[in-house]
């Protein structure tokens, strides 16, 4: 039995990411349920679609550990598909391709005329192999006609949820922006199409919308004609939720959670689509995921509700902040410290120690005694930290959104300066060598021979988190003998028990 999700588009894809690593966390709803994701672009290689994708493999790598049954470290197992586009023609996929417009013109004269008015020539000729780039009616026109319960992901996707019927509540969660592209016109019209072809098969069906509001800005992409005009996202918002309200999305869905920022972040690297698109993740993401976790964790058919959140001060996100399901606040919190205090901690302090001691008497490496291939086991300590690393730059970024025209964004969850440093990078963008400020991770002690930054302190963990009482701020010594006590759980074996013991070192009082 599944939670099922659809990610549309680029903002889509970046909740599924942070799904993976709030799963990784143990936020999912208990019962070890797998969590189904289906993104949805027309851009298969944008690079928000590509990073939730690796994040998703390296996930399932380090599933393959045996933690043991009683944490909820990785607890649930996650099956990501590859991107859905509606066409697959080439790169000269466009409107008057795929319907083609010549051949209609003979056939369907009165349709013919319709599309010539509703669309500019560039608009019907443009690719959209890059996006729709912020017009959702030509979005809108390709998911009406393509998106087909019998067909491809979307037949997998009703088998799932059929399947799913005979248990509990069946959750589906779709996710995307109002204001973009692809989620703007694929959201609403995938959601219609799916309660249209599920609601009488399955009458627990929960039908639930994420739907992000302008929270990022970029400037103009030179040399493109067509592209998405950030200046025009606040009408387009405008203008999208009075359609929701109006073609009564409430009587369809059991929930709609809808989180924009006020002022946006610049996103660092402008593209229309593609590799380049790849905008770094933002504090909204995570806000959205806890509604998304929220939604996947309810039952029954409830009464149909907007969600909203907010926070208590303008420039910085606390943990107080962070919106949960009623009477769960202090336990996912907990769970999420954890897991971040666990991935500086294997990082930063265990991971090198266990590189320089794999085969060596070490009390750190005793956990492996039990490991049939050592080398096997260090491969498999490897997989785990490159997640973790993954998962650091995440919150970094989540961490230091870099906001227009306001006053310096305060990190409140964790000081970054605790895991990072501001340096200066080079980045290579089609045929431009872009040079910005941008924060960066710092090395760890296999890493100290890079010049670009700095090494990690062992002490500084003590303040790596922002706005938490003094009883609960970790010690590096405390995490690394509780490190090295003896795993109870009789099902963590090998490698797996080596992270589960730093894992519940790293619960915080």
């Keep these: 039995m599944s939670y099922l999700y659809v990610g549309v588009g680029g903002s889509g894809a970046k909740l599924m990411h942070t799904l993976v690593h709030l799963t990784a966390a143990g936020l999912l709803a208990e019962g070890g349920r797998e969590l189904k994701g289906f ?22 790598r380090c599933r393959e550990l045996k933690f043991g049954s009683r944490t909820p470290l990785f607890g649930n197992q996650i ?19 795929v319907f083609d417009l010549t051949q209609m013109r003979r056939v369907k004269p009165e349709d013919a005329d319709l599309m010539e008015i509703l669309f500019s020539p560039d608009e019907r000729d443009m690719t959209i192999f890059e996006g729709f780039r912020g017009r959702p009616a030509i979005g809108a026109t390709m998911f009406g006609r393509t998106v087909n319960l019998k067909t491809q992901v979307w037949k997998e996707l009703s088998d799932n949820a059929l399947n799913a019927r005979s248990h509990r509540d069946v959750s589906l969660l779709l996710a995307g922006s109002v204001f973009g592209g692809s989620g703007a016109a694929g959201v609403p019209t995938i959601c219609r199409l799916l309660e249209q072809g599920l609601t009488e098969k399955i009458p627990n069906l929960r039908l639930g919308l994420v739907l992000f509001l302008p929270y990022f800005t970029y400037d103009k992409v030179e040399g493109e004609h067509l592209q998405a005009d950030p200046h025009t996202f ?15 999305f409430l009587k369809i869905c059991d929930a709609i959670y809808a989180v924009g920022e006020r002022h946006p972040a610049k996103m660092p690297i402008p593209a229309v689509g593609k590799k380049d ?17 929220q939604f996947m964790g309810g ?9 909203l959140a907010g926070r208590e001060n303008e ?21 999420l410290q954890q897991f971040i205090l666990f991935a500086v901690a294997y990082h930063y302090i265990v991971y090198p120690e266990v590189v320089a001691n794999l085969h060596e008497q070490h009390a750190v490496i005793d956990h492996l005694r039990d490991a049939e291939d050592v080398a096997q086991a260090g491969k498999d300590l490897e997989a785990v930290d490159t997640y973790l690393q993954s998962f650091l730059n995440w919150l970094l970024s989540i961490s230091t959104p870099e906001r227009v025209g306001v006053e310096k964004f305060i990190p409140g969850l964790v000081d970054v300066n605790v895991i990072a440093e501001e340096v200066m990078v080079e980045e290579q963008i089609g045929d431009r060598l872009l040079k910005r400020k941008a924060w960066q991770l710092k090395a760890s002690k296999l890493g100290k021979s890079r010049d670009s930054t700095s090494v ?20 590096v010594r405390a995490i690394f003998r509780a490190t090295t006590e003896r795993v109870t759980d009789q099902e963590a074996r090998g490698a797996g028990k080596l992270v589960r013991a730093v894992y519940d070192a790293c619960k915080l009082s």
């Excluded at 606040?234 to 073609?247: G, N, P, Q, V």
Aim: glycine share 6%; hydrophobic share 35%.
């Design 39 to 60: 993104l949805v672009d027309s851009d298969q290689s944008n690079g928000n679609v590509t990073a939730c994708s690796q994040a998703g493999k390296l996930y399932k």
């Design 277 to 293: 698109q790849r905008n770094p993740p933002h504090f909204v993401e995570l806000v959205a995921g806890l509604g998304a976790i």
């Design 456 to 475: 990690f302190n062992e002490k500084g963990i003590s303040t790596l988190f922002r706005n938490l009482d003094e009883h609960r701020k970790p010690n």
């Design 79 to 97: 099956e990501l598909s590859d991107p859905w586009t509606p066409v697959t023609d080439g790169d000269v996929a466009s409107l008057s391709t």
């Design 299 to 307: 039952t029954g058919k409830n009464e149909s509700v907007v969600f």
């Design 315 to 335: 420039n910085t996100v606390q943990w107080a902040d962070l919106p949960t399901a009623d009477g769960r606040h202090d336990m996912q919190m907990a769970l």
């Design 234 to 248: 606040a009408t387009a918002t405008a203008e999208a939720l009075k359609y929701y309200d109006e073609r009564h």
